[in-house]
């Protein structure tokens, strides 16, 4: 358990003590844009790999136990839940956006649409609602360890990129911040923007479904617990 800690702790400070923060402005400044990236590309791989290593070790320790238990109902939301998320997530990998890395510039009014009317951070809000759904149906100390690291980097992560995309692009970033919103649909909401279906539900949307139709039938194969209902 412990290593799954440390694991856990090294992957929130590099992300949310450097990735979002001046401490990454002066790296880039000190070795380029390029390398940094390609450096901390690299850190988060190792660092993700260790996370789940760690966490399939801490699994299966005497350590684990569990903490709570929110019943099988929470269970078998599993397939329209996860969803969601695969479907705010999935859209956002595949669209520029100046949340995106290395597409700071892309603030014009031409970016804004599809998932990004919904969410300007819809891969990190895809994470949080799956990290979410999993911190629920999952009560051992493991893996509220693992998808609560995940949950606290998504959330936190909107807000990080928020302030070094306002550091970077000052007035250019604000008019695209205003334009669209971190929380889900409240842009939609207060009127900032619209959701237009055809912008949404495009070749993204498909390639969305099929992914999670994939990642839902191979789940009890590759995981060991079935999400569907009754398991």
Do not use: C
């Amino acid at each position: 358990m412990t290593m799954l800690i440390a694991a856990a702790a090294v992957f929130l400070a590099i992300h949310l003590l450097v990735a979002g923060t001046r401490v990454r402005d002066a790296l880039t400044g000190a070795i380029g844009e390029g390398a940094y990236l390609g450096l901390f590309s690299l850190a988060s791989i190792g660092v993700i790999v260790w996370l789940v290593m760690s966490y399939n070790t801490a699994q299966a320790s005497a350590e684990n136990r569990e903490i709570y238990s929110l019943g099988k109902a929470v269970h078998d939301l599993a397939v329209p839940i996860v969803l969601l998320a695969f479907l705010i997530g999935v859209p956002g990998l595949m669209m520029r956006s100046p949340t995106a890395v290395g597409q700071a510039a892309a603030t014009n009014e031409q970016s804004i649409r599809g998932v990004l009317r919904v969410t300007r951070h819809p891969f990190l809000w895809g994470v949080a609602i799956w990290s979410a759904y999993h911190l629920a149906a999952n009560g051992d100390l493991a893996s509220v360890l693992l998808f609560g690291t995940f949950l606290v980097l998504a959330l936190f992560g909107t807000f990080s990129i928020d302030a070094k995309r306002r550091r970077k692009l000052g007035a250019q970033w604000n008019a695209f911040a205003d334009r669209t919103s971190n929380i889900p649909f409240a842009a939609i909401v207060r009127g900032r923007t619209s959701f237009k279906p055809r912008e949404y539900f495009d070749w993204r949307f498909f390639v969305a479904l099929l992914i999670f139709v994939v990642a839902l039938f191979a789940h009890a194969q590759v995981i060991g617990v079935s999400p569907f209902p009754g398991g």
